[in-house]
């Protein structure tokens, strides 16, 4: 049950953003409820990711992106300290063929960007099939462990005084006197709360909101995606690895299960679609729904080509999730944020952040945005 019946804030999503969001505005002396569907906050692609802490390797054709990765890492990875895994070696390998970028490109934007890169040792580059791999360098990248992240947000959550609501649907929102009526579905109950501002951060759910508020839907691409957790060989125990940039892969730690994740550009996508060019299709209800066939001894096949011993990994599980981009993102790789302002009705932000570290950016236009009237 909501404590009160009207608030500043209601933020819908206790995703990472979400969460962060709810706490700035708390913070600010705002009285803020946050609303989650799940049963706990950051369950859903906050946790169902690959870990990485972005610093600009990944971005070798969008210099923004790389540049803001560049930009946020360090203030992301001394702000949240606790959660940050350093204490392995990341790599990035450049294949001789249909990689977009050669090593020497790489290499070269990454000095342009200062990004630290170096020649792996001979026993890494040895480690990489060579007549696939062109070149194999160092970087300094490193893994989040979403549970502890988890554990800060809830810290500062709890400290601004937010309010959280679990296990409570936001259904739809409606222009009323002084802001929005919000209408929330709890354990089957209907509830109706007025808030001031509501900001729609419901990642892969943004358009669920908006077509049932009967507001326009914003062009969202949607990926229904695998990650392989994995156990790798001794070799990688204490390493990340990237193949960069085309239809290759990453074996990532994933710290909160003391695993590896193995992604592939092939496999990880077992089925994409867009928001906004056809009927709309909840994107969670369709992954709960889809058939789960792992793809797996595909990815491993591939992937072993190119670094034998990972074919030596155990699959232990995998990550199921939607990953949800803009379609403007699709040609260069890039990873903006999505902010909108009263969208569709005043009072109503809807905030997506394509990466974990983009909070800075989304902290920074909620901020340019202004407080409350
Ligand atoms: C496969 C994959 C790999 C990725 N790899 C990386 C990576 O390595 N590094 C990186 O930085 N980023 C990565 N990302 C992106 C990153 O995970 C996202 O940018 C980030 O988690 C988005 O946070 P969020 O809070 O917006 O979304 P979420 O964590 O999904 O939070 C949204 C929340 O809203 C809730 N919700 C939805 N609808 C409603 C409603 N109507 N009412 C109430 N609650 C609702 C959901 O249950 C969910 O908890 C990856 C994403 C995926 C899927």
Redo the contacts with the bound molecule.
């Keep these: 049950m909501f404590q009160e019946s009207h608030y500043d804030c209601l933020v819908?999503?206790?995703?990472?953003?979400?969460?962060i969001l709810a706490s700035e505005l708390a913070g600010q002396g705002y009285r803020a409820v946050l609303?989650?569907?799940?049963d706990g906050?950051?369950?859903?692609?906050?946790?169902?990711?690959?870990?990485?802490?972005?610093n600009g390797y990944h971005y070798p054709r969008s210099v923004l992106t790389a540049l803001r990765s560049r930009v946020n890492f360090p203030r992301f990875t001394s702000e949240f300290q606790p959660a940050i895994v350093s204490d392995f070696r990341k790599l990035y390998a450049v294949p001789r063929r249909f990689s977009k970028v050669s090593a020497r490109q790489f290499r070269l934007f990454m000095e342009r960007i200062g990004a630290p890169i170096s020649r792996a040792t001979a026993s890494e580059v040895k480690l990489f099939n060579s007549e696939l791999i062109e070149d194999v360098f160092g970087v300094v990248e490193y893994a989040f462990d979403a549970v502890r992240l988890l554990a800060i947000c809830e810290e500062r959550l709890h400290r601004a005084g937010v309010e959280i609501q679990t296990r409570?649907?936001?259904?739809s929102v409606h222009a009323a006197e002084g802001g929005l009526r919000v209408v929330c579905t709890s354990d089957g109950d209907h509830t109706e709360v007025h808030a001031r501002r509501v900001l729609n951060?419901?990642?892969?759910?943004i358009n669920?909101?908006l077509d049932h508020s009967g507001l326009p839907m914003i062009r969202l691409k949607h990926e229904l995606?695998e990650?392989a957790l994995i156990e790798p060989p001794p070799e990688l125990r204490q390493a990340g690895v990237t193949v960069m940039c085309g239809p290759f892969f990453s074996c990532?730690p994933f710290p909160a299960k003391g695993l590896h994740t193995l992604?592939h550009v092939r496999y990880?996508p077992h089925a994409t679609w867009q928001d906004g060019t056809g009927p709309y299709t909840n994107a969670?209800d369709w992954f709960a729904a889809a058939p789960r066939r792992s793809r797996f001894p595909h990815m491993i096949r591939d992937a072993a080509r190119y670094l034998p011993c990972l074919g030596r990994s155990t699959h232990r599980e995998s990550?199921w999730?939607?990953?949800t981009v803009l379609p403007q993102s699709e040609g260069d790789d890039s990873r903006p944020i999505l902010f909108r302002r009263d969208h569709g009705v005043p009072g109503l932000t809807c905030?997506?952040?394509?990466?974990?570290?983009?909070i800075y950016d989304a902290v920074a236009e909620f901020t340019v945005d202004a407080a409350l009237p």
């Design positions: 819908i999503g206790g995703g990472f953003f979400g969460s609303c989650e569907k799940e906050l950051l369950q859903r692609a906050s946790y169902a990711n690959q870990a990485r802490v972005h409570t649907r936001v259904e951060c419901a990642y892969s759910q669920e909101l995606t990650l990532m992604s990880t969670h990550l999730e939607v990953k905030i997506l952040g394509g990466k974990i570290d983009n």
